[in-house]
């Protein structure tokens, strides 16, 4: 089943404590990106890889990490999380580069992890 | 800047229709799209519009595009619980590649 998939699903830590959310897809895409979900704000974007090696900041980057040394993994990375990134995280991904901007282009979106920092 | 307008809350009967309203200000955009997050679980698209046409029409779903104002509808009609969810629009500029911009959600209840 083509799918993106994210780990772990719920997660509640301490201020400081570092910590990493990891994604996956199996679709073979080049596009992968990170958003934050917060009530009344709906989906900014974190950083986003256009292929493996290849990462940028979106626009919420401040606090975070991300690393694409394989193509289907983009694992997000909290070196010193703070209480304002307690949010709701999405994945996503999309086939990438390779097609004209004209073309259709849906993102796949992993089921979200719920990260609680106190 | 890019920036996409939802209204945040919509309530209709169940059988009513239901309009999802949407403006944007980058009309660079090829498509735009509408995603739906149930509760507990990602965005999955729902429907989307080529920019140079009007209306599209998907079973219950009607995607309505007035592109000189920049504004963009969802009707769906004969509304259902399991309509009850969150519902994005998007678009995907052409200055940013392929990112997207996304709306603040529109949450909508289904009542009985």
């Known amino acids: 089943e083509a799918q993106v998939t994210q780990n772990p699903r719920y997660l509640i830590t301490v201020t400081g404590k570092k910590l990493t959310v990891t994604c996956s897809q199996n679709?073979?895409?080049?596009?992968m990106s990170w958003y934050r979900q917060d009530p009344g704000l709906g989906l900014r974007q974190i950083y986003y890889?256009?292929?493996?090696?290849?990462?940028d900041k979106g626009d919420v980057p401040e606090g975070y990490k991300v690393s694409r040394k394989e193509k289907r993994n983009f694992p997000l990375i909290l070196e010193s999380p703070s209480p304002n990134q307690t949010s709701l995280y999405f994945c996503?991904?999309?086939?990438?580069?390779?097609?004209?901007?004209?073309?259709?282009?849906?993102?796949?979106f992993g089921p979200g992890t719920r990260l609680t920092v106190l | 800047g890019e920036d996409v307008e939802q209204s945040l809350f919509l309530s209709v009967r169940e059988g009513d229709s239901s309009v999802i309203n949407c403006t944007y200000t980058?009309?660079?955009?090829?498509?735009l799209y509408w995603y739906k997050q149930e509760p507990g679980a990602g965005l999955q698209l729902l429907t989307y519009?080529?920019?140079?046409?009007d209306m599209k029409q998907d079973q219950r779903l009607t995607v309505l595009l007035n592109k000189k104002d920049k504004h963009l509808s969802l009707r769906i009609a004969d509304t259902q619980t399991g309509d009850s969810a969150i519902y994005f629009c998007a678009e995907n500029p052409y200055s940013h590649g392929q990112n997207f911009v996304f709306g603040p959600g529109t949450r909508l209840s289904v009542l009985p």
């Open positions: 679709m073979n895409h080049e596009y």
């Open positions: 980058d009309s660079s955009s090829t498509y």
């Open positions: 890889s256009m292929n493996v090696e290849v990462t």
């Open positions: 519009i080529f920019s140079n046409m």
């Open positions: 996503a991904s999309s086939f990438g580069t390779s097609g004209s901007f004209s073309s259709y282009n849906e993102q796949f």
